[in-house]
């Protein structure tokens, strides 16, 4: 089974930036769009960004347009967020996801969480100064 895991969280001030990554472990990410969401306390999980495997298509929610950029690197099995401009409200912790998807020209964003059958465990994003 595809297993996920996420780093590069941490602590950063508003206005800093972190990357996070996103590998497979036993399991290349071919044929798999890779979603990334996040959850604050108190909040439901929500998609913020998503890369198809079949061109490299990308999504993003509007409120991180401009400033989180998804991409990917087949060969080292990561897909990485690059988080600009950090926000207090971009606290949360960020997973990520696959979905099964080889012939997929986009992926959405605003979508069931249930499409995406593999999972990491997460890492939590602080941003506070």
């Known amino acids: 089974q595809l297993q996920l895991v996420e780093s590069g969280g941490g602590l950063v001030q508003p206005g800093g930036s972190l990357r996070l990554s996103c590998t497979a472990s036993?399991?290349?990410?071919?044929?798999?769009?890779i979603g990334w969401f996040r959850q604050a306390p108190g909040k439901e999980r929500e998609g913020i960004s998503c890369?198809?495997?079949?061109?490299?298509?990308?999504t993003s929610l509007e409120s991180v347009k401009g400033r989180f950029t998804i991409s990917r690197d087949n060969a080292k099995k990561t897909v990485y967020l690059q988080m600009n401009n950090l926000k207090p409200e971009d606290t949360a912790v960020y997973y990520c996801?696959?979905?099964?998807?080889?012939?997929?020209?986009?992926?959405?964003?605003?979508?069931?969480?249930?499409?995406?059958?593999?999972w990491g465990q997460g890492t939590q994003v602080t941003v506070s100064s």
């Open positions: 890369i198809t495997y079949r061109n490299w298509r990308t």
């Open positions: 996801a696959a979905e099964w998807a080889p012939s997929s020209p986009m992926c959405a964003v605003v979508v069931s969480a249930a499409r995406y059958a593999h």
């Open positions: 036993r399991f290349s990410l071919d044929y798999y769009t």
